[in-house]
């Protein structure tokens, strides 16, 4: 059975809501919904919704006791829409931060991100501040509960910037809010600032300590950052500490990104032990030869030690959401305070002057016995009546004023009907024992306190700043900054990353790449370096590292690149295919574009390299340059000077070497360094030598300048500067700028004649990477002391007998220098326990023998600043000075 349905095509319009119109009006009210009910908190209270429901609810239960967290929840869902899990988030929030709530019980640990307990076993209350500051029944604006049943607060009274001190996260629609947490002290003497008229400026602080570096926080507006750090400390050679931690970061996930990060080969650990308990503690332990330092700087570079936070400071100011600085948002909660004071006061002021007005109609009332004039009243209005006469006879009102020498007791208001009432209502009982003194006494005292709050009232800004004080005063123990602010330089990662790759090249296929183990090692390198590679035609190209990239056949020269590198000099002659001439220039690369062609040469078909080298500290060369036999030229064989070449850009042509064809080009030698001497430092922990100012600082190196190294075995060895090269920092005793001709001052035991022998050398070996042992290998020889310069007052100490004996020696004037294979001069038939400086100006490493029964036992070396194998390290920088020791029991 079919039905005929009529529809009005013409009315249609007026019925339906178009998709569009419903995403119009329905996502906007959403929207509107989730940014002033639920994300982004208000600039009145500095409140989220829900945690202002939790602090309302709160104050209703408040009887000084601690409540059950699930009664508190249960108390706010009178007023909260969203269910029990919503508050109870927000309320151990609240908790945690331990300003506004005082909570009993697990509550969880946002250090090691451990949640809190079911919250029928944890308890709350609040807190003396927040009592103090969030809550006034007179100055709160009310409104009615999403249910109609209670009435609720729009805002709460808040008189403190609670928003910067809390901090607050929040995500709604289309927009978000990050306000990082400030320090309570110092948002208390910034809001005084403001008041007095000052400029001021906070900044972020957190609970868990570290570092913050704040040059780019850009008063917390959107387009600003901070970066924050953990607190590392070095404990020892091989093991550090993790002590403070990141905002926003947990110990587990800060483990997770250090494990992920050895996995990964970016640093070199053995182990990690989260030992938190009441205080964070973090502790690392470094595989065998891995510089602290450097890895401290991995730590921050690769892993969660340092974190980069974004704040984006939005906040409600009348119902819209607003994108402030938090200077903005300080002035506007400071004035806020400022103004929910005066409205204290006037309102505190009122209720005085109420006060004063009963009281002084109490008194004219019973003293003037005008309760006597209503006996004779047979109505209840002629009683009224009756007090309102006999009252007019002795007070004056504003409706009513004094006349001249009327004597009547002026009143701040005219009477009311209310005011009748209530004297009627006094009781026989106080009526008969009412005391006049007493009744002045209260009048005067009510009068000295309006007078007080008219002051207060006149003087607004001055009883503010004392309102903040006080604050500060009563609370501010304990808040002290915990987060160190600090100028962090950025790390470059490449610079610190551990070597967990190796280069390999294959040039006549053009090849470079980590995976490439059947080919030409280059070197050990990091998968996140640059490698730099030259082809024969001129051609040069940055990549990164992978395990198999092209640059292009005929590759002469690869290695590891570095951003910035501006002493690498690249000495470089080519033959212009346009020309025939043979140009030479220097030049570094310090920027480039990854995977882009250069071209060294002017682009000329033909033209192709002649010579190249690649020289890490600038050095110049001379060239030996054969011409080709048939040429024109008058001199065929010619040298070429780099060094009178000036370095440039890579783009440079270059100066012309020779116009006529080239047979040959070979280097005769290598120059000083047109930049000047290199400083170079050696890591104590390591041995690596560096140029980061890591450790040790061993002086200037220029072209052939050579390191001079002495071992507790009683060698030495000389070497040229490499960078790359490692040293043996638990065999080390000295190291240092070799100078030709400084002497080597020796306190040695010989071991096949009993002797304790000094002798004085300079090196006479030419040969680099060789140890020469200037001790003798006889068995049981050992060394005392040695250190090289002009000075060495030496005191020893031996044994005689029972007795500890000490002598001095100058090992300058005991004996000359010799050879470097001379026994030397014998000192005595003894063994030395202990030798100490008495005078020396050149870096002193001293050898202590504890060795006094057996020979085979191990010795212990004395070795000041850097190399101390008996107790810890000495901080970095501190040398052993005249009349250090360290005392061993023998």
């Known amino acids: 059975m079919s039905k005929e349905i009529n529809i009005d095509i013409d009315n249609l319009g007026e019925d ?42 709160m104050k209703e239960m408040d009887d000084g006791r601690y409540h059950k967290v699930a009664n508190i929840i249960g108390q706010t869902m009178q007023y909260h829409p969203h269910g029990d899990a919503a508050i109870g988030d927000a309320l151990v929030n609240l908790g945690q931060k331990d300003l506004m709530i005082d909570p009993q019980g697990n509550w969880g640990d946002t250090r090691t991100g451990d949640g809190a307990a079911a919250p029928r076993y944890i308890e709350a209350r609040l807190t003396k501040f927040a009592l103090e500051v969030a809550f006034n029944s007179q100055t709160t604006e009310w409104q009615l509960s999403y249910d109609g049943r209670k009435n609720e607060p729009v805002t709460l009274p808040m008189k403190f910037p609670l928003v910067l001190a809390q901090g607050v996260e929040g995500i709604a629609v289309g927009l978000s809010t990050k ?48 970066k924050v750090r953990a607190k590392i400390e070095q404990v020892d050679k091989n093991n550090l500490a993790i002590t403070q931690l990141p905002f926003g970061v947990t110990t587990n996930t800060l483990i997770d990104s250090i494990l992920k990060a050895n996995d990964k080969g970016q640093i070199k650990i053995k182990k990690v032990v989260d030992n938190t308990a009441k205080e964070v503690e973090i502790a690392i332990e470094l595989q065998s030869g891995v510089s602290p330092d450097l890895t401290i700087d991995a730590l921050y570079a690769f892993t969660n030690c340092e974190v980069s936070i974004s704040p984006n400071a939005c906040i409600i100011v009348d119902n819209k959401p607003l994108f402030l600085g938090v200077t903005d948002i300080l002035e506007l909660s400071t004035f806020q305070t400022k103004e929910l004071l005066r409205l204290e006061l006037e309102i505190k002021k009122s209720e005085l002057e109420e006060k004063w007005h009963l009281a002084s109609l109490e008194k004219i009332f019973i003293e003037n016995r005008i309760y006597r004039d209503i006996e004779e009243a047979e109505t209840w209005e002629a009683v009224i009546e009756t007090i309102d006469i006999g009252l007019k006879k002795f007070v004056a009102t504003p409706s009513d004023p004094l006349k ?13 009907h209310d005011d009748i009432v209530k004297l009627t209502e006094i009781k026989i009982k106080r009526i008969s024992k009412y005391n006049s003194f007493k009744a002045d006494e209260y009048i005067q005292k009510l009068e000295g306190e309006l007078d007080q709050v008219k002051h207060d009232l006149a003087h607004l800004t ?94 002469i020269h690869v290695d590891v690149w570095k951003k910035g590198d501006e ?107 047109s930049l000047g001497a290199i400083k170079v430092w050696m890591d104590e922990v390591s041995g690596r030598l560096n140029t980061d100012e890591r450790g040790k600082y061993l002086g200037g190196f220029d072209t052939g300048t050579q390191i001079i ?81 002009k000075y060495a007052l030496v005191k020893y100490f031996y044994r005689d007998g029972k007795n500890t004996v000490s002598d001095d020696i100058d090992l300058i004037d005991f004996i000359d220098v010799k050879g470097w294979k001379a026994m030397g001069n014998k000192v005595g038939e003894f063994k030395i326990t202990k030798t100490e400086l008495i005078a020396d100006t050149s870096e002193v490493q001293e050898v202590e023998n504890t060795d006094t029964r057996e020979e085979k036992e191990e010795d212990h070396f004395v070795q000041g600043e850097l190399f101390d194998e008996v107790d810890k390290p000495t901080e970095k920088g501190d040398k052993m000075k005249p009349g250090d020791t360290i005392d061993f029991e023998i």
């Open 16 to 57: 339906i809501t178009t998709l569009k119109g419903m995403y119009k009006e329905y996502f906007l009210d959403y929207a509107s919904y989730v940014i002033l009910e639920r994300a982004v908190p208000h600039i009145n209270d500095g409140l989220k919704p829900v945690q202002r429901r939790i602090l309302h609810a």
């Open 179 to 226: 306000i990082l947490p400030h320090n309570f002290i110092e948002i208390i003497k910034a809001s005084i600032k403001i008041l007095e008229g000052k400029k001021s400026k906070i900044y972020p602080d957190f609970e868990t300590g570290g570092f913050i570096d704040v040059s780019e926080y850009n008063d917390g507006k959107r387009g600003g950052k901070v």
């Open 404 to 416: 001249n020498g009327d004597g009547r007791i002026m009143l701040m208001r005219d009477i009311t």
């Open 462 to 555: 001055e009883f503010a700043i004392a309102y903040f004080q006080n604050l500060l005063d009563k609370y501010g123990k304990g808040k002290e900054r915990k987060t160190e602010i600090i100028s962090m330089e950025s790390i470059e990662v490449q610079q610190v990353v551990a070597n967990n790759a190796k280069l390999y090249v294959d040039r006549a296929e053009g090849f470079v790449g980590s995976g490439m183990k059947k080919d030409e090692f280059v070197c050990d390198c990091s998968d996140i370096d640059d490698v730099i590679a030259f082809t024969k035609e001129g051609i040069f190209k940055v990549v990164r590292i992978a395990d198999k990239v092209f640059i292009g056949k005929n590759i």
């Open 567 to 673: 002493r690498t000099t690249y000495n470089y002659v080519y033959l212009d295919g346009k020309t025939g001439r043979a140009m030479a220039k220097r030049f570094n690369v310090t920027a480039i574009t990854r995977d882009k062609d250069y071209d060294l040469t002017m682009g000329s078909k033909g033209s192709k390299v002649l010579y190249f080298s690649a020289q890490p500290n600038g050095e110049s060369e001379i060239l030996n340059v054969q011409l080709s036999p048939g040429c024109n030229a008058k001199k065929k064989v010619f040298d070429f000077d780099f060094g009178e070449l000036t370095i440039k850009g890579r783009g440079s042509q270059g100066n012309i070497m020779t116009k006529y064809p080239v047979r040959k080009i070979t280097q005769t030698e290598v120059g000083k360094s």
């Open 709 to 789: 190294a002495i071992y507790k075995d009683g060698s030495y060895e000389l070497n040229e500067l490499d960078l790359n090269k490692k040293y043996d920092t638990g065999s080390l005793v000295h190291i240092g700028k070799y100078s030709a001709g400084d002497s080597i001052n020796v306190l040695y035991y010989e071991g096949d004649k009993g002797w304790t022998m000094a002798k004085r050398f300079v090196i006479e070996t030419n040969t680099l990477d060789q140890k020469f042992n200037f001790i003798g290998e006889a068995f049981g020889s050992k060394l005392y002391f040695v250190n090289v310069g």
